[in-house]
Each structure stands twice: as C-alpha cells, then as structure tokens.
C-alpha cells in the first residue's frame, strides 16, 4: 500500500532534528515502505526545493557518516512542501488537492504527524476534522487515516481529557498514536523481553523477592533555550508524567496474554490503576523537590521561579505483586551525569552468615537495567574474595548491547515511526492511560503549589539533586544508586 506522511510544523525542531533524520536512515537501510510521500506543513512560504535544500543541509548535520548524496537523492524527491496555517480552512482544502494529485487515486494510507507547538494540537486536530481530511468512510481509495500527537499531550488532566475530547470527535481510538519517546528505545522494549522471554527473572519479579525500585532519569543538560516552556512545565509534566511513568508500568505490569497493542496498554493500565493518587499530607512526606542553582537567571525564567528542576517521588502500586514494594522516582536537570536506570533492589538475605554479620558488609543483590547512555543490564552479587577466610565482595555481572550486537541501537524515532506507518499502536499511549497518568502527577502539583511543601531544595548543578534527596531516602531505609555507568568491556579486567 502507498503511505502519505503530512507533518504539521515542519519548519520546526523536531522535524528537523528527529522525524526527518530518523525517516532518511530507515530509507538508506531501505526499512520505509517503498511508496512513501512526505508533506510539510508549515506557514514559512518555501518550494518544494527549498525545503528539500534545507533538509539536505540539517540531515547531514544531524546523522554524521550516514550522510551519503545519492541516497539522500532518492529520499528527498519523496518530500514535498505546502505552506498553509493551520487556522485556514483554505489551506487544508488545498493540503488536501494537492495530497489526491500525489495519491493517483491508490489506495493509501495517510498519517497525519503533529509536531507543532502544542497549542496547535486541538486547532490542527480541528481543521483536519472539518476539511473531511481524517475521514476513513465512504472513500474507497482511503483505507486509513491516523494522527500522530506529540508530547506533552495536556498540562493537566482536565486538558489531556479536553485534548481526547477533540480527537476523538474525528479519530477513533485505533486511529491515534500518542509519542512517548521512551517507549521507542530499544532499552526499554528489552525490559519486557528481559522479564518475559526468560523464565528465571519472573518468579522473583515480586513482593517476595523485591525490596523496592529506584527508576532514575538524570540529565546533565539545563534547561538552554526551553526556559519559557519548562518554567511552567518542571520535571513532573516534562519527565514523571510521561517517561517516568512509563519506566514504571513496563517494569511493573503482568505478562499479557498475547503481545499486541490492546493486550499490553491493558496490563499498563491496570499498574497505573493501582497507583492510589496522593493526599496533600501524602505528598509532603512522600516526595522531594529541588531547583539548580542558577535556574532563576536562565532565559524566559521568572526571577522569583518555584519551578521544580528535581523531583524525587514515592509510589506504591497497590496490587497482589507490588504491595508493600515502594517505587522511587527521580529526575532532574543539570546532575551530576546522564543516566537513566532501573534498580531492582532485592531483599537481604535471611541470614548472615559471612562477616560480623553487620548488613553494610553484604548490600543484598540488585539488578540494574540500564536504559541509556550505557545501555545494558548488570547484576549486582556477592563473590568471595580469593585467599580470605569469608571475606566477601560486591561483583557484577554485565551485559552490554554493543558487546553482543554490532549496530548502534536506532534512535527511538525510527522505531516509532515504522509502528505508526505498519499501524501497530503498542509503543503508543492510549487515552485512558495519559489521563491516569495526570490523576497521579495533577495532586502533586498541587499540593505543592498549594502547601509549598515538601520545600524547593536549592542544589548544586553537578549533584545528584539536592542532598534532602538523599536523606529522604535514608529516612525511607534505603539508598539511592547514585552511579555514573561507565560499563567498561569486560576483558579480564574489573568492571564498574
Ligand atoms: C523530553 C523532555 O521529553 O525528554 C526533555 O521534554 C528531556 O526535557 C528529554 O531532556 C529527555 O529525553 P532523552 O531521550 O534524552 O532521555
């Protein structure tokens, strides 16, 4: 079947840097549907050529050696420009001329990608609605019609409900592919394989055997130029409802009965159900929050700016695998390196026997799921040290993709956009999932806003947050895994 790509917003950074990159290496790899036209959408009046030559240029740019003239060629006569607004109906009457003269009348499969500001969302949504652009029905040469929203869908959840509200009024549910990047990472798909196509992690995937989870995403960028959107956003709505929580239901959720879209997005469901939204008093003790130094004098922040740049949470999944198992959450800007990881952190071991028995000298076992830079798994066990009586030692066994597999794993983008062209919805969240989401994150914000407490936490950039993080977790028990994963290959020598 022939497939249209229309992109909204495609003078834009994401475009530039993510969708058209991502698309040019499926092509060189020759991974993309051979029929495959790409619309532009944007105010900027430009030519087909024009664009063509800017891409060119930023392409290259952005994937290095895998820039190559003659494939890019071929790609680019697939790429085609039409300047509109997306308030004008006149526009999309036009958008939509001139996607039948490229079409011929063959059956095809169009996917409208919005990657615009997100204020354009609901009046994109509307005009494609109105200019009979999104209709499936009564076309014979229109077998299927899918939107692509880009994040953040809503700021809260009154307006994801709004934002589905809207879609759904023109796209049924099996039409919509809400991007959550994470969900494209090969990482984290590997999360389910790791737990699911082996049979000897699952037995102990449980209250049984797990202490808590620690799930980090530290970033050692600052804000740059997104102060004027992150200033009102902060890590909750720009990391914990979305990636974060993500992180979670994948690690979290039960085997599903078959491994499709509706079978898996039911299982994540039913985690974040189980999530019980927190009291204001909840939230004072069951969350940290903390700001970098500096952040107030970033560009487009308020001076006087409360914005979390941390945040560290405590959830409790309450169902018949996880209760009594507390999550602990953690993201910030401007740490002390980028790391995401998941700690499964088991229970201590019922007796011990080697040593004076003191629980510092045999930390129980944990499992490290690294998600990126460094992305691999390592298991974390005691060894005993040669020569010594009953001297032990914290070792760990690794694994690391670029040891096994000698491509460098996709960008998240290319994955994703195959599932939307093939119309696998299972890297993508469904609405009821985005608005549980928000029921978990809408009362923390607010009782933070409300209460001003747990306080904002000043720290240094470079930390691992503010230091009440760590405390918070001590008072809890526990320990945060503050570890910059430099997994070094494992020749002989020790690793770290
Ligand atoms: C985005 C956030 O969704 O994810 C950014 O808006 C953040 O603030 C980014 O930096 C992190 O993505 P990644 O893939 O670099 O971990």
């Known amino acids: 079947m022939s497939h249209s790509l229309v992109i909204f917003g495609a003078s834009g950074d994401l475009t530039t840097r993510k969708l058209i990159p991502a698309l040019y290496k499926l092509a060189e790899r020759g991974r993309l549907p051979g029929t495959l036209r790409m ?12 664009w063509r030559a800017a ?5 290259a740019k952005f994937v290095g050696g895998r820039f190559q003239r003659d494939a890019w060629n071929q790609f680019a006569a697939g790429l085609y420009y039409h300047p509109g607004d997306i308030g004008h109906a006149a526009d999309f009457a036009s958008l939509s001329k001139q996607l039948d003269e490229l079409e011929q009348g063959k059956p095809t499969a169009r996917v409208y990608y919005l990657a615009t500001v997100p204020q354009f969302f609901e009046p994109a949504i509307e005009s494609l609605g109105a200019s009979g652009l999104a209709a499936e029905e009564g076309r014979p040469n229109s077998p299927c019609r899918r939107i692509v929203i880009e994040k953040p869908f809503g700021t809260d959840l009154a307006s994801a409900r709004r934002l589905n509200d809207v879609v759904h009024q023109f796209f049924a549910e099996r039409q919509v592919y809400r991007i959550d990047h994470y969900l494209g990472k090969e990482t984290v798909q590997n999360i389910l394989v790791f737990r699911l196509a082996n049979a000897i992690f699952e037995p102990i995937w449980n209250r049984n055997y797990v202490d808590h989870v620690q799930i980090t995403a530290a970033e050692e960028v600052k804000v740059g130029r997104r102060g004027g959107y992150y200033d009102t956003a902060g890590v909750l709505r720009d ?5 974060l929580l993500q992180l979670l239901t994948v690690t979290a959720m039960e085997a599903p009965a078959k491994f499709n879209a509706d079978a898996v997005r039911n299982e994540k469901v039913k985690v974040l159900e189980a999530i019980r939204p927190m009291t204001t008093v909840e939230v004072a003790t069951n969350t940290v929050r903390g700001q970098y130094l500096g952040y107030r004098r970033e560009k487009d922040v308020a001076p006087d700016s409360q914005t979390a740049t941390f ?8 169902n018949w695998r996880w209760q009594g198992v507390p999550f602990f959450l953690r993201s910030g800007k ?5 790391t995401t990881q998941i700690v499964i952190q088991f229970r201590d071991p019922p007796l011990r026997l080697f040593g004076d028995g003191t629980a510092g000298q045999q930390k129980a076992n944990r499992l490290v799921i690294h998600i990126q830079p460094a992305e691999g798994i390592q298991l974390h066990f005691h060894t005993k040290v040669p020569n010594r009586e009953v001297d032990t030692r914290e070792t760990t066994l690794d694994f690391r993709f670029d040891s096994f597999f000698a491509d460098a794993l996709p ?29 978990i994150i809408d009362p923390i914000v607010a009782a933070w806003q409300a209460t001003g407490r747990p306080p904002l936490w ?8 503010p ?30």
């Not at 945040?311 to 309450?318: E, F, G, M, P």
């Not at 993080?469 to 770290?496: F, I, N, Y």
């Open 411 to 439: 960008d998240a983008y290319e994955r994703l956009l195959l599932d939307v062209l093939s119309g696998d919805q299972s890297l993508f969240a469904r609405s009821d999932e985005v608005e549980l989401a928000w029921g």
């Open 311 to 318: 945040a560290a949470v405590r959830l409790d999944v309450n």
């Open 467 to 496: 230091i009440g993080s760590s405390d918070w977790m001590q008072a809890a028990g526990r320990q945060w895994l503050d570890d910059c994963p430099v997994l070094k290959h494992v020749d002989g020598g020790e690793t770290e």
């Open 55 to 59: 891409l060119a240029e930023s392409t």
């Open 239 to 243: 990391m914990f409802q979305n990636h």
């Open 334 to 338: 401007a740490m002390g390196c980028r």
């Open 39 to 50: 619309i532009g959408f944007s105010r900027t009046p430009m030519s087909h050529e024009a």
């Open 458 to 465: 000043q720290y240094e950039p470079g930390m691992w947050g």
